[in-house]
């Protein structure tokens, strides 16, 4: 099930809001105009600003997400005619043939189960065209970029329009192994709601990441530093071979 950050109405609503410099996104345009991709499926598109940023430039788009509670604010946004969305996750996507697939953000590593993770790659290998990439970032474990997630590092306050003040931080919960667990809270100061979400990242070594995508039918092309968070994450791009 999607976490509530994602799912939950009230807080698929300001999501935006509450994260509104998504300039890293505009990485991922610009790889999408560099591989010359026509079409493109964005996996975990959540309340579709990417989609819609590569729609308004022309590309086909399809956006696939689980939480329903971000794809209806996704289709409630001017232009969301233009992407086809879908409810659901990866592993069974329709027929598609991409030029590319994408996991921005958090996707990738919020997939945490290893079945999960290998229907993803599975399925998104069957979406793409063959010679299609897939590109998706994923946080460098050995940064423990964990560390700072707690109130003092995370809390901001925003006013937000028809919606009133609401204040949010994360709270580091649990660290196993390569599993991270967090959780975010809220407070809207027009009722006193308080809303919390938690939250469970896999933490994946580049070698392992690597040696999955070759054992699910990829090339693995290359491993690029993250332009907005240098030294701190990895950028794969993997591509289904040419048939």
Request: hydrophobic share 40%.
């Amino acid at each position: 099930m999607p976490d509530d950050i994602f799912e939950h109405p009230r807080l698929a609503a300001v999501y935006d809001d509450l994260d509104p410099d998504r300039s890293d996104l505009d990485v991922y345009a610009a790889i999408a105009g560099e591989l010359g991709a026509r079409s493109v499926l964005d996996v975990g598109c959540g309340t579709g600003t990417f989609a819609l940023m590569l729609a308004e430039r022309g590309i086909e788009v399809t956006g696939v997400d689980p939480a329903l509670g971000s794809l209806d604010v996704a289709r409630a946004k001017p232009g969301a005619d233009r992407v086809r969305w879908i409810h659901g996750d990866a592993t069974g996507l329709p027929p598609l043939r991409a030029d590319l697939a994408t996991m921005t953000g958090n996707v990738a590593q919020a997939i945490v189960a290893p079945q999960d993770w290998s229907g993803t790659l599975r399925g998104v290998h069957d979406a793409l065209r063959p010679g299609g990439h897939l590109v998706f970032e994923t946080r460098d474990p050995a940064v423990r970029a964990w560390l700072e997630w707690n109130r003092a590092e995370t809390y901001q306050a925003v006013d937000i329009e028809g919606v009133g003040a609401v204040e949010s931080w994360a709270d580091l919960i649990d660290v196993s192994g390569p599993l991270v667990t967090f959780r975010w809270t809220w407070v809207f100061a027009a009722d006193g709601a308080v809303l919390t979400s938690n939250s469970t990242l896999r933490f994946r070594e580049r070698d392992e990441i690597e040696a999955e995508l070759v054992e699910h039918g990829y090339t693995v092309k290359e491993v690029r530093g993250a332009p907005d968070r240098p030294g701190r994450e990895f950028v794969f791009f993997a591509q289904r071979p040419e048939e």
